[in-house]
């Protein structure tokens, strides 16, 4: 569905995307993760068609997006960070008025929004005006107005962020289900849960570049391990105390007011623990994510 080789983007002086290599295949979802400023709008940018590659290759659909761009976008479905809904018409209205920019009949986009209305569960408010609606029910109807056009391959950019947990799920529950519908996905997300959730396999990108590749699984086996152990000592800051925990994990990350214990078995890890006679003031093992992994090949200092 999607092929980059060498896809650079630059803006004056500033390279925003640095040469990555990236292939989605049909019908996965693929993500890309990385802090503000990392690169993901740009791509997501030059995959919508939107904003043309400064250098390197970009396959679409099996099309040239430089020189195709309006048969490659006829194709896509596009959902926006920031909901861009017409709030002058009605939740039905912002489908219908939509589809027939595809080249809908007015009764195939009537009938295309009936359905895309019981499918957002937004049935009961079709007559409704936007503007009132809640934030989770304003980003199932712009989900639902990037499908209009049935679409081969959805990209979404942050699709929950601001959703409470209830909406979030809903979401991913409508995005599962148009991914067994053999819809490809490509999404940019913050939400570690949500990648872990949604993703088959993913990128993490940092300073316009791909620093890790791989399912959600093989990226937290590869650079973190199975479990974390999270010590906390009677100190205000954990830092130059590393060596009390030495040789017990396979790798240890100290923050101010914690230590991290990367291991395949935290149990056994907190056993060796108080074994050397440490008595943390709290203990809490819990399973290796991506956030974890994010954290490591990111870094935890904040990059404006």
Partial sequence: MIQARGLTKRFGGFTAVDGIDVEVRTGE?????GPNGAGKSS???MIACVSPPTDGSLTLLGR?????????RARLGVVPQRDNLDEELTVRENLVIYARYFGLSWAAARAKATELLEFAQLTERADSPVEPLSGGMKRRLTIARALVND???LLLDEPTTGLDPQARHLVWDRLARLKRAGVTLVLTTHYMD???QLCDRLVVMDGGRIVAEGSPRSLIDEHVGREVLELRLDLDDHHGHEAAVAGLADRVEVLTDRMLLFTGDGEATLVAVHERGIRPSSALVRRAGLEDVFLRLTGRQLVD
């Fill in 64 to 72: 040239d997006p430089r020189t195709e761009g309006p048969a490659i």
């Fill in 29 to 33: 979802a693929f993500g890309f993760l």
């Fill in 194 to 196: 949500e990648a872990e």
């Fill in 151 to 153: 679409p081969e391959l």
């Fill in 43 to 45: 791509t997501m940018r």
